[in-house]
């Protein structure tokens, strides 16, 4: 049996890693032309994603992961809020997606291939890419993320819907920031709340797996309208990007922006670690497909379902979604498997995305106060953001859902 996966990011990595264990014959087609490292920022993990990994003979040891013991909620001035005991590993996306491209076989891993379309019968799907060439499979695995060309093949009519808020985020190497500024970070998960927005940072391990260190991740969620998204991703040249923009393209005037604001609004040492990074933003999105197969097509990952990150599980939910996948395909025939898929996986995935628009929507509604919103969706609490974000998988009763 011979899978086709376009996209070769980690929701892709999964599924091709573990469709090779179940003995099938997999090529991964990616459109960006080389290494993908070089991207990404801090993830968080959770069980679920280590045994998976686990399962692929990778182990999330020091290189990999970084338990951070307490979150910690302070104010403008520093003065701590609310503390909670949190022991859980934050990682950062290219330290998961080293281990499972390596394990992959390099030749069937193919660099600067970008799917165009497909055409599929009963049995056998072909798809097309852009360098005029095209492959036949018993499968094609849609794992081509937020704006999917196979989901935009399949569903047209499913768009990704802005949020109403922006991530700014970066990664910056502890050895640059001052040594007061260390001090006073510790190993702490930091949490600022002004009102409308959440600023959170914490250690990743170092993005350079040859390198001795830890590195800080942040993120900074602030509501922006839709003209000042627009605004963020107009270049130097005047030209409007949609609603990315590659960071190198951020205009300095912007990243000057965001700077001034963390030194409104953050205590001096986050602030600092904002000063000393490359700050670059992503919009944040909702994506629900009505349904993740058809015929002999699966939709995986970001490409089914975008969850607003307060969840913390986009690499998590992509790795489950490879194994529900591989579960299913190890069960049963091909067309059977694919409906279990897409019963199991589309209800964990509706489930995860209301989940985080509860969590973000207290952002949203900042920037479309017009709404209407109930006092539980506004209500930003440390109490309640601390506890609630990123929370274990086994401690959210409505994703406990069969894999
Ligand atoms: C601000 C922010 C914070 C986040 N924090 C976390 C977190 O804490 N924990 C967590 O688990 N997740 C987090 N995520 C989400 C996580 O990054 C993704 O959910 C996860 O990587 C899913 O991966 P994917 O492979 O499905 O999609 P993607 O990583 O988007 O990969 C899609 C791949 O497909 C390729 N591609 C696209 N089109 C084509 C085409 N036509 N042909 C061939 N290839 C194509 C792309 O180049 C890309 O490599 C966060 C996201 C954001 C925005």
């Known amino acids: 049996m011979k899978a086709l996966v376009i996209g070769g990011s980690l929701g892709g990595l999964f599924a091709a890693n573990l469709l090779l264990e179940l003995g099938w014959d997999v090529e991964v087609y990616e459109k960006v032309g080389d290494d993908l490292a070089a991207r990404g920022a801090g993830i ?10 686990a399962r692929l003979g990778i182990t999330m040891d020091e290189r990999l992961g970084v338990v951070i013991p307490d979150r910690i909620c302070v104010d403008r001035a520093g003065r701590e809020l609310y503390r909670c005991r949190w022991a859980h590993t934050m990682s950062a996306w290219a330290n998961v997606y080293r281990p499972l491209k390596d394990r992959f076989p390099a030749a069937r891993y193919h660099f600067g291939k970008g799917f165009t379309g497909l055409v599929q019968s009963a049995n056998r799907v072909t798809a ?16 081509d993320g937020l704006r999917s060309t196979v989901r935009a093949q399949l569903m047209p009519g499913v768009q990704p819907r802005y949020a109403g808020y922006v991530a700014w985020r970066s990664i910056v190497e502890e050895r640059v920031l001052p040594a007061a500024s260390r001090e006073w ?26 390198r001795v260190g830890r590195d800080w991740n942040y993120v900074w969620y602030r509501p922006a309208t839709e003209a000042q998204l627009a605004d963020f991703c107009t270049d130097a040249s005047g030209k409007c990007h949609g609603t990315g923009i590659a960071p190198p393209l951020i205009r300095p005037e912007v990243t000057a922006y965001i700077k001034r604001e963390g030194r409104e609004l953050l205590p ?10 490359q700050p670059f933003f992503q919009a944040i999105f909702d994506i629900e497909s009505p349904r993740l ?11 089914a379902f975008v969850a607003r990150p307060h969840v913390g599980m986009g690499v998590t939910k992509g790795a489950l979604d490879a194994l529900c996948l591989y579960n299913s395909l190890a069960k049963s025939d091909v067309p059977s498997a694919l409906q279990r898929y897409d019963r199991l996986r589309g209800e964990f995935g509706r489930r995860c995305v209301a989940r985080a628009r509860q969590l973000g929507s207290y952002m949203e509604a900042r920037s479309r106060p017009e709404k209407g919103w109930t006092p539980e ?9 601390l506890h609630e974000v990123a929370l274990a998988l ?10």
């Open 268 to 277: 001096p040492h986050l602030a600092g670690l904002l000063d000393a990074s």
């Open 394 to 403: 086994a401690d959210i009763p409505e994703l406990q859902i069969d894999i």
């Open 185 to 210: 970070l510790g190993e702490g998960y930091w949490f600022v709340l002004p009102k409308g927005e959440m600023f959170l940072c914490y250690q990743v391990p170092a993005k350079d797996l040859s």
């Open 44 to 53: 968080g993990t959770h069980t679920e994603l280590v045994d998976v990994l």
């Open 377 to 385: 969706q506004l209500d930003q609490r440390p109490e309640r953001v």
């Open 293 to 303: 197969t058809v015929g002999r097509v699966a939709l995986l990952g970001d490409a």
């Open 128 to 143: 097309f890419f852009d360098d005029g060439t095209s492959a036949e499979g018993d499968l094609l695995i849609g794992a």
